[in-house]
């Protein structure tokens, strides 16, 4: 029997306190036994963060690998498991990020990009064309008054002098007519998406 599994005996958190503690000393085999009683606490804490169950392993290795880099951090005078919930927790948010950052248009096929490298600008062209045809249509049911509002200010993007010019309508009536037109627009594209 070791002195790191003499002093660790009375609980888990203690021995594992203990093996890194003499993994920082140089004991190949308290480090081995550390991190693999490490990976139930790691589970854990990324589970607390609302890791995906298919995301748990990715987080395991980074949060072992972030042990390794970093175990000379460690003080043996505190808390290992918390030290260890703390790295967890780290790399258990940065899985989260770099899931939300990766979108709801991401292709999860490490390849696909490779085979089809156009696919992701075909499919991004496609949904720009669907959109502007969407607006067109909304514009062209509107008013008379608030389309040509919207044409002249917005689509020609002329200033408030010139569209009255262009129209022979007031200012001010342009302006009243913008206005309810980008109210009628936000009404229809939030009520139907």
């Given at each position: 029997?070791?002195?790191?599994?003499?002093?660790?005996?009375?609980?888990?958190?203690?021995?594992?306190?203990?093996?890194?503690?003499?993994?920082?000393?140089?004991?190949?085999?308290?480090?081995?036994?550390?991190?693999?009683?490490?990976?139930?606490?790691?589970?854990?804490?990324?589970?607390?963060?609302?890791?995906?169950?298919?995301?748990?392993?990715?987080?395991?290795?980074?949060?072992?690998?972030?042990?390794?880099?970093?175990?000379?951090?460690?003080?043996?005078?505190?808390?290992?498991?918390?030290?260890?919930?703390?790295?967890?927790?780290?790399?258990?948010?940065?899985?989260?990020?770099?899931?939300?950052?990766?979108?709801?248009?991401?292709?999860?096929?490490?390849?696909?990009?490779?085979?089809?490298?156009?696919?992701?600008?075909?499919?991004?062209?496609?949904?720009?064309?669907?959109?502007?045809?969407?607006?067109?249509?909304?514009?062209?049911?509107?008013?008379?008054?608030?389309?040509?509002?919207?044409?002249?200010?917005?689509?020609?993007?002329?200033?408030l002098a010139e569209a009255a010019a262009h129209t022979g309508r007031q200012t001010g009536a342009l302006?009243?007519?913008?206005?309810?037109?980008?109210?009628?627009?936000?009404?229809?594209?939030?009520?139907?998406?």
């Open positions: 029997m070791t002195d790191a599994d003499a002093q660790a005996s009375d609980s888990p958190e203690r021995r594992r306190a203990a093996w890194m503690a003499a993994a920082q000393a140089g004991d190949r085999i308290a480090y081995e036994r550390v991190l693999a009683d490490s990976v139930p606490l790691i589970r854990m804490a990324a589970r607390r963060q609302g890791v995906a169950v298919d995301q748990l392993d990715d987080v395991v290795q980074e949060t072992l690998l972030t042990v390794h880099r970093v175990r000379h951090t460690y003080d043996p005078a505190r808390s290992y498991d918390a030290w260890l919930a703390a790295l967890a927790a780290r790399r258990a948010i940065d899985a989260l990020r770099s899931q939300g950052r990766r979108g709801r248009h991401e292709l999860h096929d490490d390849h696909a990009y490779d085979a089809y490298p156009d696919a992701h600008d075909a499919t991004a062209a496609t949904e720009r064309e669907q959109e502007a045809r969407h607006l067109r249509k909304a514009i062209a049911a509107l008013p008379p008054g608030q389309r040509e509002a919207v044409e002249q200010l917005g689509l020609k993007e002329r200033s302006k009243v007519n913008l206005h309810r037109a980008i109210k009628a627009l936000r009404a229809r594209f939030h009520g139907e998406s």
